[in-house]
């Protein structure tokens, strides 16, 4: 080295120190890489060798009691396949129209299998051409980019050789019928090489809800829709799809491995969704057609007579010794106009009558208040009352108010005040039961209560405060005397329905929508809440309340029900087959355009009650709109039918499916799949 000349030394050097920094730099670099960039890149890493997709999963199947489906999730395919056409040297397919119609030929063969995408003729030779046409426009587009390629590849002096073109199209996107979607995974095979295409069919699969009286139940079931804002699909909305227990119980997962351009080559492990729930309610689709075609008659007998339908209308069919809810059937104007009510997010909250319209419910709540007149001892069941005129003391200011009556009645017993309907002798018979008494007639028919029902409601109605609360006007004069006749309270035909099932059966009375829930084959039954509840009224008050009602329908003492009665006479229906009562209400009070409500409300048979039936009507401006001539005879021909029916069927439950009851009655998934049994429901 001593002996190098100073030129020679210096490269040397330089190229050490060149090797040197080349070495300091690669360390460097694998540093950075394996200390700083570790985590992303394994991040990396994992995402490119995996990626998981949900599987989707059904919502609760809904059934009426005789285990028709009444709303239940249909798979629906969505379809799109490679498809592969031959071309030459040139780029040109070969034989694309043979292809093509080879391929579309195949397609339609497979949708004459679904009637829903091709229910005609028409439809089909429809189908035929769109098929055609997309096909051709998906090959003009391949065909554009493949001619860029030959080019590029003659600019570089390299053969273009004849391949298979993939071409990306979509098949359709509503595959039902189960047959069509297996022909299409037949066509989903490489086919020889003589063959006019390929194709590698796509299936993605979801669910589509079905109702089968859509507009029938839409009250009751309900409705669901996507809310695509937040990636939920199926949300439900109104009815019974809003409950948690409605919704799907679990989606199901797959892992999919997939290369570095994410296109999946092979599944890996996999979860598939829980199978779905049914709901068994107490609804009877035949009866729920026939209470609608009942008050849409009653609708159409009081658009004839006054030239416009009612404001809204509603009844409900209840199966006394359960409190199931047979049927119940809505009518509303606003609905029929096409109004839709401002910030409501479903189409049933406020149109939904039996539920959310509320009413004064008039003479009809009556036979309420003798009854517990009765139990308590205040009304003598035989003793005479004046009805000729009733005028109540103000004690400040010194006025008077005046209760009349729509037709005379004179000295009668409480018995024909009943049949008469006299507003004069409800007051005089209910003011008997005081403060007290008026206050335990509204707690013991639950008029204040809300309803214990999983479907939408008013919350908010007019209620009386606590009478024992009130000063000697409103107890004397105002509140006390009005609530004998049915005014000074707002409420619903639920409500009026439940408060008769408790007076029938002489102690607290509950209705019930949902019977049972099967859950993986076995069935929770849901109990009623009024099982133990204890009796307040003796059967000997109760027959004399329900034998003055029987009067008043057989029409044999100057019975209010004047078309029901002349009906079951023309009928030859036994007497006293049927007890009812017939309401009629108006207000406001001195305004000259006044709303009537019209209502009935009966069972059969009278003795032993087995169906409770009610009716209810709104008119505006309509005089002479009474009970007895529009709400009873709907109310009496549907009473008719559900005797003529005979007694319950039982539930139809899956094959194989065990029977336990439910230890109370929340509509909870997570409940009911820890299979917690209760003893069986008492009193049934």
Not at 477 to 492: A, D, E, K, N, R
């Amino acid at each position: 080295m001593t002996d190098m000349p100073g030129a020679e030394r210096a490269r040397i050097t330089l190229c050490f120190c060149l090797l040197f920094g080349v070495v300091l730099t690669l360390a460097g670099r694998l540093v950075f890489l394996q200390v700083v960039r570790y985590s992303e890149a394994a991040e990396r890493v994992v995402d490119v060798r995996s990626r998981t997709e949900g599987i989707p999963a059904e919502r609760c199947r809904i059934t009426d009691r005789d285990g028709r489906l009444l709303a239940y999730d249909r798979p629906v395919y969505e379809a799109w396949g490679e498809v592969y056409f031959r071309v030459d040297e040139r780029g040109r397919p070969k034989k694309l129209a043979h292809a093509v119609g080879s391929l579309v030929s195949d397609l339609m063969l497979v949708f004459e299998r679904d009637e829903t995408i091709t229910p005609d003729l028409a439809a089909a030779e429809d189908l035929r051409d769109r098929l055609t046409d997309r096909i051709y426009a998906k090959v003009d587009k391949r065909l554009k980019r493949l001619a860029k390629t030959i080019v590029e590849k003659r600019r570089a002096r390299e053969k273009f050789k004849p391949r298979w073109v993939k071409v990306d199209t979509p098949i359709h996107s509503e595959i039902v019928d189960a047959g069509a979607v297996l022909e299409l995974r037949a066509l989903d095979v490489r086919r020889g090489h003589k063959a006019p295409y390929r194709m590698y069919v796509h299936l993605q699969k979801r669910f589509e809800r079905v109702y089968t009286a859509p507009q029938l139940m839409a009250g009751l079931v309900g409705r669901v829709v996507d809310d695509h804002e937040r990636g939920v699909t199926q949300v439900g909305v109104s009815g019974l799809e809003r409950l948690s227990i409605a919704k799907p119980r679990g989606v199901g997962q797959r892992e999919l491995r997939v290369d570095a351009r994410l296109v999946p080559y092979w599944t890996a492990r996999r979860r598939g969704a829980e199978q779905a729930l049914r709901m068994h309610t107490t609804l009877d689709l035949e009866l729920q057609r026939t209470a609608q075609d009942e008050l849409m008659a009653a609708v159409a007998a009081v658009t004839k007579k006054y030239g416009s339908a009612p404001e809204w209308g509603g009844m409900v069919a209840v199966d006394v010794p359960t409190g199931d809810l047979l049927a119940v059937a809505s009518f509303s104007q606003r609905v029929a106009d096409g109004e839709r009510v401002a910030g409501v997010d479903n189409d049933c909250l406020g149109a939904f009558a039996p539920t959310d319209s509320v009413f004064e419910p008039g003479s009809v709540v009556k036979p309420l208040v003798f009854a517990l007149g009765l139990q308590r001892g205040v009304v003598d069941w035989t003793k005479p009352v004046d009805c000729r005129s009733l005028r109540l003391p103000i004690e400040r200011p010194r006025k008077l108010r005046r209760i009349r009556d729509s037709h005379k009645c004179g000295v009668i017993t409480p018995r024909e005040i009943l049949i008469e309907s006299s507003n004069i002798g409800a007051v005089r018979v209910g003011m008997q039961l005081g403060a007290e008494g008026l206050e335990e007639y509204l707690s013991r028919y639950r008029l204040r209560d809300d309803l214990e029902i999983p479907l939408p409601q008013r919350k908010h109605r007019i209620l009386p405060p606590r009478l024992t609360s009130m000063n000697w006007n409103e107890q004397h004069v105002w509140t006390g005397p009005s609530l004998c006749y049915g005014y000074g309270i707002q409420t619903t035909v639920m409500h009026l329905a439940r408060a008769y099932l408790t007076m029938i059966s002489g102690r607290a009375r509950t209705l019930r929508l949902i019977d049972s829930v099967e859950i993986d084959g076995k069935l929770h039954r849901i109990p009623s809440r009024d099982a133990d509840s204890q009796p307040f009224l003796a059967p000997s008050t109760r027959d004399r309340v329900v034998e003055a009602m029987t009067a008043m329908v057989d029409g044999a003492d100057g019975a209010t029900a004047g078309s029901l009665t002349r009906m079951l006479r023309k009928m030859r229906v036994p007497e006293k087959l049927i007890a009812g009562k017939t309401g009629t209400s108006e207000f406001p009070a001195g305004a000259p355009v006044k709303t009537r409500t019209a209502s009935f409300a009966g069972f059969a048979p009278a003795r032993d009650p087995r169906v409770l039936v009610l009716c209810v009507l709104q008119k505006k401006g309509a005089d002479l709109f009474y009970g007895g001539t529009y709400a009873a005879p709907a109310a009496g021909r549907l009473l008719l039918e559900v005797l003529d029916r005979g007694p319950r069927r039982s539930v139809r439950i899956s094959k194989g499916s065990q029977v336990s009851a439910m230890s109370n009655g929340e509509f909870s998934t997570e409940h009911a799949a820890r299979g917690r049994s209760a003893s069986r429901q008492k009193g049934r």
